[in-house]
T-cell receptor, first 116, second 112 residues
Framework: GAVVSQHPSWVICKSGTSVKIECRSL??????MFWYRQFPKQSLMLMAT?????????EQGVEKDKFLINHASLTLSTLTVTSAHPEDSSFYIC????????????FGPGTRLLVL | RKEVEQDPGPFNVPEGATVAFNCTYS??????FFWYRQDCRKEPKLLMS???SGNEDGRFTAQLNRASQYISLLIRDSKLSDSATYLC?????????????FGKGTKLSVKP
């Protein structure tokens, strides 16, 4: 199956700093990538849909100026959490869909963020 | 009403038991349905798609009832390795950009 990687797998940072998370499709080109967030014992919540070469589409309630998404190539999308606060501590997961369709999404291993 | 609802469990069963999970969804225009499993502190992984006629993959059987907006997953002869959280996932209807909507998941614990 298609492989998606994320880096870093976990990060601890001080409040007020910015954190960048990378999502890469390793063996296929992903025109669309998705960013999710999952709080403990909660469901995955879609934050934004990222299309290569265009602006991301954010879900209602997700601040686009706080969660900056860049999808500069067909194999890389980045999520930057700007001025992170403790309430941003969560499990961030990206996924990518194959160019043939959006039926199946392949998930990265996730990035666990802890903001102190 | 939540878009995708599941019984959170946990379901604690002995090895070899048969266990069934249920899920309901609110958007009648939903087009595709899936079961994912998520291990503790890991990403979700696709277990199987759910088709209108029902489908089986080894010990796993999935069923869909569009009229009732209800999805089920049956696990037979459960193994210790089946312990995980099972996520009911629905793909939105037209105009949703292929967004997946996740339930909170049902936790399964299989004991020796």
């Amino acid at each position: 199956g298609a492989v998606v990687s994320q880096h870093p797998s976990w990060v601890i940072c001080k409040s007020g700093t910015s954190v960048k998370i990378e999502c890469r499709s390793l063996d296929f080109q992903a025109t669309t990538m998705f960013w999710y967030r999952q709080f403990p014992k909660q469901s995955l919540m879609l934050m934004a849909t990222s299309n290569e070469g265009s602006k991301a589409t954010y879900e209602q309630g997700v601040e686009k100026d706080k969660f900056l998404i860049n999808h500069a190539s067909l194999t890389l999308s980045t999520l930057t959490v700007t001025s992170a606060h403790p309430e941003d501590s969560s499990f961030y997961i990206c996924s990518a869909s194959l160019p043939t369709g959006l039926e199946t999404q392949y998930f990265g291993p996730g990035t666990r963020l802890l903001v102190l | 009403r939540k878009e995708v609802e599941q019984d959170p469990g946990p379901f604690n069963v002995p090895e070899g038991a048969t266990v069934a999970f249920n899920c309901t969804y609110s958007n009648s225009a939903s087009q595709s349905f899936f079961w994912y499993r998520q291990d503790c502190r890991k990403e979700p992984k696709l277990l199987m798609s759910v088709y209108s006629s029902g489908n089986e993959d080894g010990r796993f059987t999935a069923q869909l009832n569009r009229a009732s907006q209800y999805i089920s997953l049956l696990i037979r002869d459960s193994k210790l390795s089946d312990s995980a959280t099972y996520l009911c996932v629905v793909k939105g209807g037209p105009g949703s950009q292929g967004n997946l909507i996740f339930g909170k998941g049902t936790k399964l614990s299989v004991k020796p």
